[in-house]
C-alpha cells in the first residue's frame, strides 16, 4: 500500500465556497483553489481563469460544496481505536486502570499498524489532514515502526509524540529517560522528516506523576537538540492536579515552569485545571493549549477556561483524543462540541462562533503542529492539504452562512474529497489507497486476539 501519486498538471477546485481560514478569515462563495505538485498556486474568488482550467490534470466541480483547509487532530491515541466503548461510565484513573493498562500490554507492531490504519482513515474522513498521536505503548519496541508505516502508507501527514512515563504508572509501560532517548532516536533517524517532512517526531512525556524531575530535563533537553517538541498531558482532572500539588507542593505548569522547560515548544494537552497564574505563564512562554472538548464531557473531566485562554492570547489547538475516551475521532463533532460546551458552561450564546472553532482546528492546530507557516489556511505557497464537504445534504442545505454550516451541520458522510500534499487520498468519499472493508475485518481479528489474551471481555461483533 502506497499513497496515490499527484495528478499530473494538478488538481482545480472550482466553484465551492472557499473557507480560506487566513488572517481575515476571507471566504470566497463561489471561488476556486488550485493545487500544483504539492502546493497551493492560487485561491480566487468566481470562476478559475480559463488558462489555469485548461492546464490542471484533474478538476473537482465544487458545485454545492465547501473547500476548507484540513484539519489538525492535535491529540489522540491511535491504538486506542481497538479500545473504542470499553470504558464507558468512568473516570480518567479507573479507565487507566481497569481498561487501557490490561490490554494495551498485550499489543505487537502488527495490532498497533493496524489500529492506527483504522484510526488514521478515521481521522482522513473526518477533515484531519494532520495527527498528533501520543504513542505512549512500547511493549514492543516496533510499535512506534509500525505506527509510522501506516501514516506513510496512508499518505496522511503526521507527528509521532514519543510517548513516557518513568514512575507511578504500569511497569510494563513504563521506561528510563535513557531508554526513551535511545529508543526515540532511533525511530526519529528513521522516519523524522520523511517524505518532505510529511511525517514527524517528538518527544512526549505522559503525565506529570508519571515523570520524575530528572526524566522531564533529560528529555526536554534532548528534544531541543532535535529542533522538536514535547507534548504532555496536563492538568486533565482536578484529582491530577490535587495529586501534584500534595507531592510536589505545585501545580501542573507551576512545575513545567520552575523545571525551566515551560516554552512555545509546549503543546499542553487538555489543561481543564488551570488557574490565573498558570494561564498568566502559558501565555508568556507561549505555549499551546490542545482542547478536547468531547473527551472531557465523556470522563467528566471539567471545562476548560477556553474564553480566558484567547483573551490572554494563548494559541488553543483541537482534538479528539483517543477513541478509548471519545469514542470516536470526530473533528466535525469536536468543533460543533468547542462552541456549545463555552456557550452553555458561561450561559453566553455569543462566547464563541463558528470562525472560532475553525481557525483553533486549523490554524490552532497547525502551530501545535509545528506548521504554521505552511498548513492551517487556504492561501497561495502553503502545503495542498484541503477537505471538500457536500453542503447538499438534508442535514446541511439549505446554507445561509458556511462557517456556521460547516460546524453545526456537517459530519464525516458530507466529506467528498480529502488531500494531503497535493494527493487526493478520499475520492468522492471513497478511500483511494486501500480496501476499508478487508482493513476492518483485519483489525477486527487482531483486536479480538490482543483482548483474549488480556484477558478483557471484549464484545465486538460483525
Known amino acids: 500500500m502506497t499513497p496515490p501519486s499527484r495528478p499530473a498538471g494538478g488538481v482545480l477546485v472550482d466553484g465551492a465556497a472557499v473557507v480560506t481560514v487566513d488572517d481575515e478569515f476571507t471566504v470566497h462563495d463561489p471561488g476556486w483553489v488550485h493545487v500544483v505538485d504539492d502546493r497551493i498556486e492560487a485561491v480566487g474568488s468566481g470562476p478559475a481563469p480559463a488558462e489555469v482550467r485548461a492546464r490542471v490534470g484533474r478538476v473537482i466541480d465544487g458545485t454545492g460544496r465547501a473547500v476548507m483547509p484540513g484539519m489538525t487532530n492535535a491529540h489522540t491515541h491511535l491504538f486506542q481505536t481497538f479500545f473504542r466503548g470499553l470504558a464507558d461510565d468512568k473516570p480518567l484513573l479507573d479507565w487507566l486502570r481497569d ?32 495527527v498528533m498521536d501520543h504513542q505512549y505503548v512500547h511493549i514492543d519496541e516496533t510499535i512506534d515502526d509500525g505506527v509510522c508505516t501506516a501514516a506513510d502508507e496512508l499518505g496522511i501527514r503526521f507527528l509521532l509524540a514519543r510517548g513516557w512515563a518513568d514512575r507511578n504508572y504500569e511497569p510494563s509501560l513504563s521506561e528510563s529517560a535513557d531508554t526513551v532517548i535511545e529508543r526515540t532516536r532511533r525511530v526519529r533517524d ?13 518527544l512526549a ?45 505545585l501545580r501542573h505548569v507551576e512545575w513545567l515552569e520552575q523545571l525551566g522547560l515551560l516554552g512555545p515548544d509546549f503543546q499542553l494537552a487538555h489543561s481543564v ?70 456557550k452553555v458552561h458561561h450561559l453566553d450564546a455569543m462566547a464563541l462562533q463558528p470562525e472560532d472553532s475553525l481557525t483553533m482546528a486549523c490554524r490552532g492546530g497547525a502551530r501545535a503542529f509545528g506548521t504554521p507557516q505552511l498548513t492551517g489556511s487556504l492561501e497561495a ?15 446541511v442545505a439549505p446554507v445561509h452562512r458556511v462557517p ?8 464525516p458522510a458530507d466529506v467528498t474529497h480529502v488531500i494531503v500534499d497535493g494527493r487526493i487520498l478520499i475520492d468522492e468519499r471513497e478511500v483511494v489507497m486501500l480496501d476499508e472493508a478487508a482493513l476492518l475485518a483485519d483489525a477486527e481479528v487482531s483486536a479480538r486476539d490482543v483482548f483474549r489474551r488480556a484477558g478483557v471481555e471484549s464484545r465486538l461483533t460483525r
Not at 505555549?287 to 473531566?301: D, E, I, R, W
Not at 476548560?304 to 466535525?332: C, E, Y
Open 99 to 130: 481498561c487501557i493498562w490490561p490490554g494495551a500490554v498485550h499489543l505487537d507492531r502488527e495490532s498497533a499498524r493496524l489500529a492506527a490504519t483504522v484510526g488514521l482513515v478515521e481521522n482522513l474522513r473526518t477533515g484531519a489532514t494532520s
Open 190 to 202: 528513521r522516519w523524522h522528516g520523511h517524505d518532505d517532512d510529511r511525517i514527524r517526531v517528538e
Open 205 to 249: 512525556p505522559l503525565i506529570p506523576w508519571g515523570c520524575s524531575d530528572d526524566a522531564m530535563r533529560a528529555t526536554v533537553a534532548e528534544a531541543r537538540t532535535w529542533g522538536a517538541g514535547t507534548h504532555i498531558h496536563c492538568a486533565e482532572t482536578a484529582t491530577e492536579v490535587d495529586m501534584s500539588v500534595d507531592e510536589r507542593g
Open 273 to 342: 485545571w488551570l488557574d490565573d497564574a498558570e494561564l498568566d505563564l502559558i501565555a508568556r512562554r507561549d505555549a499551546t493549549v490542545v482542547h478536547c472538548p468531547v473527551s472531557n464531557m465523556y470522563l467528566a473531566s471539567g471545562v476548560p477556561r477556553i474564553l480566558d485562554m484567547r483573551a490572554r492570547g494563548i494559541t488553543v489547538a483541537l482534538a479528539s483524543d483517543g477513541p478509548g475516551s471519545n469514542n470516536r475521532q470526530d473533528m466535525f463533532e469536536v468543533l460543533k462540541a468547542t462552541v456549545l460546551l463555552q
Open 381 to 395: 505557497g502553503r502545503k495542498a492539504d484541503l477537505v471538500i464537504v457536500d453542503l447538499g445534504s438534508v442535514f
Open 404 to 411: 456556521s454550516a460547516l460546524v453545526f451541520n456537517a459530519t
